[in-house]
């Protein structure tokens, strides 16, 4: 009898705190909004809040870091240097890392995670998208929900999450006639 109270015990389910999770914004496609008086699609406001309230994030708490709101075309070394330092910061404080950067230069970014962190304490997750948020065919709710899960479940290490694969920096490059991320020389 005490064997199977122990048992049931066991297989109780648990309160288990909440993962906080950073997710540091620079903008890029996948925050770009339509401006009608210019015509023109540009990074205005995040469309990030927007993106989180319609999803399910039980177990997870996001702290949001409104870092910079540029294409990434116009980050500088400077940008990169910032972008790598902040993802830095935010792993000691937290239980993973997502950065949602331009896909042009989201590869120089996570070279750069590398060089400053080497081997970083929690998972640091880059997302983007090809297409804004704002445009019926995005993919930029589908990137970001995967780096969310990405950021909950792979072990330490800066990783690019998107379009239904997780790959591993350094050696990862844009794959601009895939419209993708591949590994180098892939």
């Known amino acids: 009898m005490a064997a199977a109270s122990v048992l049931c015990d066991a297989a109780s389910p648990r309160m288990a705190s909440k993962k906080r999770i950073a ?3 620079t903008g890029g496609t996948i925050e770009k909004t339509y401006d009608e008086l ?3 699609l540009d990074n205005r406001t995040s469309v990030l809040d927007v993106m989180l309230a319609s999803l399910q994030l039980q177990g997870i708490e996001i702290v949001r870091i409104p870092l910079m709101n ?16 902040t993802a830095a910061s935010m ?5 993973g890392v997502v950065i ?9 970014s996570g070279e750069r995670v590398c060089e400053l962190l080497g081997s970083p304490r ?12 704002v445009m ?15 950021v909950q479940v792979m072990p330490a290490g800066v990783y ?7 790959l591993q920096f350094p050696g990862v490059v844009k794959d601009k006639d895939r419209g993708t991320f591949v590994r180098a020389g892939g």
């Open 100 to 108: 949602v950067h331009g896909t042009d230069r989201l590869a120089r």
């Open 122 to 133: 929690v998972p640091i997750v880059l997302t983007g998208a090809m297409r804004p948020y």
């Open 38 to 40: 210019q015509g023109v």
């Open 160 to 166: 690019v999450a998107m379009h239904n694969q997780v």
């Open 23 to 25: 997710l540091i914004s």
């Open 70 to 85: 540029k294409d990434s075309l116009q980050m500088t070394p400077q940008d990169h240097d910032l972008i790598a330092r």
């Open 91 to 95: 792993a000691e404080a937290h239980d």
């Open 136 to 150: 019926r065919n995005t993919d930029a709710l589908q990137n970001l929900t995967e780096a969310l899960l990405a």
